[in-house]
């Protein structure tokens, strides 16, 4: 079995280029989400609206629904990228070199990390510096993490989709239907009062990221003691703690069964 | 078809180690034992055994779905054999998988490049997996693309034309300068100058000590290139030698081929033809063709033959070729 190594990174190198270089890509990556902060910007923050929690408008208290979204699309460009080398018979080809299997992983992992990495920097510069959403500096750093923590699960829901279909528009299909579905399900879009909304990865990120970084202010106390915002604005009996070790289970999990899915399905 | 020369013929090439002992006395690279691949029970490699000697260029010919492309994943390390082993400079396929990876150069059958990226970058992706300085890939690099005439190395893959394609495909499995080289059907799809630069890069490769396992379904290009040649067909080797023992040791004679005017006349041909004592064997094939081969004298042939048929468009007399001996052994044509 080959290590894990610096071809990991050369795999995420070629991987970055090659998404650079594929315009449909880019624009779901980068354009879409900030055409969606302006939608919600004009439907939700009208001069003199009523505010929801402690002075924030609804613009303020969706937009992290807004960040869950942008990074939740890791599973779509993840499935189309595996299936696609499923097709194109890339991996296959990639089987012949003296690589493993966990370095290709993990320059998938790396190279979506890079453009998450610059799906956060545009919307929290687009939404916080030009559209004004409010936020809690000192909280800021927590919820990146949050949402990357988040966006390496996605890629393991991407990995998932893509052991089980044999077309690019297939995995695009399936992939972007789960994401959206996921989306509305979990109140992310729009709150939901409905005990579902647990269920979905997307939900504990919204939640948590919405209590530290917008309306949050003590670190500590908001670590042991803070409650999560119920979709109904009533607290909920959870801590914000437990909130994050949700999240932390749900990427595990995905992450470890994209991994074993994907090996099975494609090991010959 | 004729069933007895192919069942001789399985029989005789059953043991490639009785026809290399008494030939040849040199350093095997490639020992194949009894590998077999079957998917959902289907046999698609049967039990094959073969041995490759290091610096040769061998040919595993055969019809479409003939097992060659399946043999040539399993000794790429890509498919897990059902039963038996191979083993590669003294690596188990099987146990040391990771050992022969970077001792061999695979070519697929497809063109298998990264479209979105430059031919630079697709050939510099495969050097870094395979551990390379950047400094050599860079020279090596040049090198190659500049002898597969690959122009336009920093344009996109994709705008390249299929024959670009297809070298940069073979270019991207010599980066690493490979002790082994697979190459499955190098030169599908190109057209004949195209065709022409890749076999004298092989046969310049060849020079150059790399062993070189091909798979084709052109007789040109076998006949053009292998010093051993390996015939597959149904997940068996069913023949196995030089191109001369091949057409010594399954030739029945000379051939004539027939070309009739209408498949009634094809029909009433054939029957004729049965009944003449030297003809051996006949073949029917497209366009309303017939091919038989005999023993014995062509002239008295062809007198019994005006005298037994009276239309035929085109009658023509060549020697037995390696598409014969195949056609003989398999029942098929290599393009069928």
Redesign the interface.
Known sequence: ??SIDL?AW??AK?NI??KL??LGSMFWTVVFPIMMLLVYKLAFSEEGGDAMINGLTAFDVEFPGIVVYTIGMSSVTSAVMFAMSKV???L????????SRGNIFLGAILSESVFMNLQLILIFGFGYGVLGAHFVPAMLPLGYLIAMIFGIGAIGLGLIIASFLNSPEGANGIAMLSHMTLMFVSGSFFPLDNAGVFFTPQYWVKQVYLQLTVVGDFFTDLMYSGTIILPTSEASIFPIWSGILIILAFTSTFIFLGIKIFQKKT?? | MDVSIKEEAQIKYSDPNQFYENKYSTEFIIEVQDLAKSFNGLKAVDGINLKIRKGELFSLLGPNGAGKSTTIRMLTTVLKPTNGDARIKDYSLIKEKNKIKPLIGVCPQENVIFKALTAEDNVEFVGRMHGMDPADIKKRTNTLLEKMNIAGRKKSAKTFSGGMKRRLNLVMSLIHQPQILFLDEPTAGLDPQARRLVWDFIKDLKNTGVTIILTTHDMLEADALSDHIAIMDLGKIIAFGTLEDLKSSSSNGNILEFSFSSRDELIQAKIKLGQIMNVKNISEMDNNKLIISFTGGVMTLKQEILREIESFKALHFREDSLEDIFLKLTGRGLRD
Request: charged content about 40%; glycine content about 4%.
């Open positions: 079995m080959y071809k050369y795999i070629k280029k090659e270089r594929n194109d018979g890339t296959e080809r990639m089987d012949t070199f003296p690589v090991s010959l």
